[in-house]
């Protein structure tokens, strides 16, 4: 699927600029960084490789398990807005 590959190559646009740190949720500053390794790595940012980091975490499953992943990756906004995304939220 095109849009997961373009998901994925904006993590190299926004390296360096946001961290797991600038996440507010303890749970989405995990998941980031997950995320974020599995993509320097070379693999996709599919939403079932966390699923299987996350299998023992409460949070994970108190956010609503694979399905919170999956509309996370639905809700994101395009790759192509990725450094836009992150100016307009990033503290000034």
Known sequence: NNRKVDKSKSIGRIDGIVAAR?????????????????????????????????????????FGGLRYLADLVDRAPPSANGRSAVAFWSPI
Do not use: N, S
Not at 32 to 53: H, M, N, S, Y
């Open 22 to 62: 600038d996440f507010w949720e303890p749970f989405h500053q995990r998941l980031f960084k997950v995320i974020a390794e599995q993509i320097r790595t070379g693999r996709l940012a599919e939403p079932t490789i966390p699923r299987d980091f996350f299998a023992i975490d409460p949070a994970f499953h108190a």
